[in-house]
């Protein structure tokens, strides 16, 4: 295949197919081209199978990609092939190899993060445990660490006394039903190969290539199966950038690198440092921000991009002057022809976006959070997910109790403690233990109706050939009730079975894709619906401003980003004690300055309101590390930026603050946060009275408080 378009590195990591190989990648030196090219390398020039290739990844929209380019690449049909998500991979492996293990079956469930609050709630109920002094995410996230391999610290004494109890209990509740949580997915894979050594024989034999995206974000256990899988051959080839290493709180260990260096250490080391998304300018800031800290393989980033305009650096007095600067400087740019979807706004705290959210909907600029809920969980989606699963696993017990009473059918407590009786009596199914209760009432009545639903729903869509699948949602939504429940419902019910509509579109798409029969292809595609994230999710094409934190803006660029809030405390966070922490931080920092492609903004204020308090804060330290003389500054900085980091005040407005609204006097033309625009009619000392448009008439207002500015 013809490599001519990659540069010198790029085309000595994709030809370097032997051995270990450690190639780290600065932001935007196509790491993706790198990966999809090496993997089409093996496959058209060395003849390597498809099927003996794997590659992994974080996120499903990052597969995907791959996917793509690749198959754009060899038109091979990528299906045949291992390249996905850690949990995906495992998920397709245990679907063929988990065989009576450790007590699950080939047929599992896999359960998200709601479900698995689900299980620990019922589990606490029964405990008579007080789900709100003990919080069940709090316990999802121990149990998480220590499936994870993480080192768990329990503080209150009774939580540790407890902790062990409902760590059984929940994996005892997850066996019985032939669950499986993420965590679980990679933990069993990892099991079963060290357990089952002919196993693990086939499987490095089968995979002679692996390879591994993203690398700096992989945690203990990950890195722990990618050395398992690893053959005598050591084709292992993994991509990353300690500098890009920000997810420490999942887990990730940036220190794995480390450790591939010290297991592998044969291993070719390659450096990526050519950019192509960002301007020199950009680059050079981000650099100087980065070599700041201790622990890391040193890279330079630069690129052929010969523009010179410098990222600005705006300094201002109060939150709502920047926030102003924001909107204005969109407003400026859009005139100009940048489409919405060009801006970002980054910030380090979801609290931030408030004040932006306000003036982006004054101004009437369209915008999106980027982290909202999505589709998949919304609660009406999901009950056609567990309505799915049951019709097609009658056995599936999760799924039978998500929705034996959605809609409202009178099934009571009592009739279920009933039921769960009869299971354990039978050792059965829910679904087939109501053969198994001799009661009588409207509850029970329901219940059998309940289940011949199910039974006639199948029989309709799944066994019979002659309606499309898509008219299965149809058929839910009509025979059980749901429908007419969201009907009755008013506007927000409308939504809501649009929502539902639109899982019709779901499954025409999954049709065309897995070409399979009618109960494999629902399988298929539930299993890949539960392995989805709200990274997923994201509506990239829609032409909006996307306002989002720093973790969710790695692995996006933007022609345009604002890095507002830049104050000590804020960004760099209070919280930032140790040298880890702070590298951690800074890390954090450059992979913001890093989306920006053409042009940069960084902001911040002398004070702002923030958590119901006045904060004044010095300017992040991060400003000093790019450089002034590396920035285009507007704005006078009062406050050293080497002002250490200091507690959050509330005190009245200062002399510097004052400053820039002593200038208002009678006749001026100010901007009000909440009113709007408005006359100064009369000036007191600090005392001004304006005159607003209706329905807001005269108000006496302060001249220095940060929402008034002078236009």
């Known amino acids: 295949m013809d490599l001519s378009s990659l540069n010198k590195n790029q085309r000595l990591a994709v030809e370097t197919t032997e051995g270990p190989v450690m190639v780290m990648a600065g932001a935007g030196s196509g790491k993706t081209r790198v990966l999809t090219y090496r993997i089409a390398h093996l496959i058209l020039d060395l003849g390597i199978i498809p099927g003996n290739i794997l590659a992994v990844t974080f996120t499903n929209k990052a597969a995907r990609e791959m996917k793509e380019r690749i198959e754009n690449l060899t038109h091979e049909d990528v299906r045949h092939m291992w390249v996905s998500t850690f949990h995906s991979f495992c998920a397709r492996f245990l679907r063929i190899e988990l065989d009576s293990f450790k007590g699950f079956s080939k047929n599992f469930t896999i359960i998200d993060e709601d479900d698995a609050l689900k299980i620990i709630k019922d589990i606490m109920k029964n405990d008579n445990i007080d789900v709100k002094e003990y919080k069940p995410k709090r316990i999802l996230g121990l149990i998480s660490d220590e499936k994870n391999k993480e080192i768990i610290s329990i503080s209150d004494p009774f939580l540790k006394n407890y902790y062990p109890k409902i760590f059984d209990k929940y994996n005892e509740a997850l066996k019985k039903d032939n669950l499986l949580d993420f965590d679980d997915l990679i933990k069993l894979t990892l099991e079963l190969l060290k357990e089952r050594p002919e196993t693990l024989a086939k499987y490095r034999k089968k995979f002679s290539y692996i390879m591994v995206d993203e690398f700096q974000d992989t945690n203990i256990i990950q890195y722990e199966l990618i050395k398992l899988l690893t053959s005598d051959t050591q084709n292992i080839f993994i991509v990353g950038d300690q500098d890009q290493s920000i997810y420490s709180f999942r887990g990730a260990k940036v220190e794995n690198i480390d450790l591939f260096i010290k297991d592998f250490p044969l291993c070719k080391q390659i450096l990526l440092e050519e950019n192509y998304r960002s301007t020199n300018p950009i680059l050079k800031i981000a650099n100087n921000v980065i070599d700041c800290n201790k622990h890391r393989i040193k890279k330079n980033l630069y690129t052929n991009n010969d523009s010179s305009e410098l990222p600005v650096y705006f300094h201002t007095s109060s939150g709502y002057d920047e926030t102003m600067f924001v909107i204005d400087k969109i407003k400026e740019l859009h005139l100009l022809g940048y489409p919405y979807s060009d801006f970002a706004i980054l910030y380090r705290a979801n609290a931030l976006s ?204 933007y022609r345009v980003v604002f890095m507002v809030a830049m104050e000590q405390g804020i960004f760099p966070s209070f919280n930032c004690v140790s040298e880890q922490e702070q590298e951690e931080e800074r890390r954090i920092c450059y992979v913001g300055i890093t989306r920006a492609k053409e042009k940069l903004y960084i902001t911040n204020a002398e004070t702002r309101y923030l958590y119901g308090q006045q904060q004044n804060e010095a300017p992040s330290i991060y400003i000093k590390e790019m450089g002034l003389d590396n920035l285009n500054v507007i704005g006078k900085i009062k406050r050293p930026i080497t002002t250490p980091i200091t507690q959050t005040t509330t005190s009245a407005p200062t002399d510097v603050e004052k400053e820039p609204s002593a200038q208002i006097n009678k006749g001026d033309k100010i901007n009000h946060k909440a009113f709007g625009d408005g006359l100064v009619v009369e000036k007191n000392g600090n005392v001004i009275t304006v005159a607003f448009m209706a329905p807001y008439g005269v108000k006496k207002l302060s001249a220095v408080h940060p929402s008034i500015r002078k236009i």
Do not use: W
């Open 354 to 557: 408030r004040q932006f959210e306000d003036m982006l909907l004054r101004y009437q600029i369209p915008y999106v959070i980027y982290g909202g809920l999505s589709f998949f969980e919304r609660k009406e989606v999901k009950d056609m997910i567990a309505y799915l699963r049951l019709i097609i696993n009658h056995d599936d017990d999760f799924a039978f109790k998500r929705i034996v009473n959605e809609p409202k059918r009178k099934i009571g407590d009592a009739l279920l403690d009933k039921l769960k009786t009869a299971q354990i009596n039978n050792n059965c199914s829910l679904f087939e233990a109501i053969d198994h209760i001799e009661t009588s009432g409207i509850g029970f009545n329901n219940l059998i109706a309940f289940k011949f639903t199910i039974l006639e729903l199948f029989d309709e869509y799944i066994a019979n050939e002659d309606k499309p699948l898509i008219k299965i949602i149809d058929g839910i939504l009509d025979k059980t009730g749901y429908g007419s429940m969201l009907k009755n419902e008013g506007e927000e019910g409308q939504d809501r079975l649009e929502n539902v509509l639109e899982l019709k579109t779901v499954i025409e798409e999954a049709i065309e894709y897995y070409e399979l029969s009618r109960k494999n292809t629902l399988e298929s595609l539930l299993s890949d619906l539960a392995l989805r994230t709200d990274t997923d999710n994201k509506n990239e094409s829609a032409d909006c401003i996307k306002l989002m934190t720093y973790h969710q803006a790695k692995g996006l660029e």
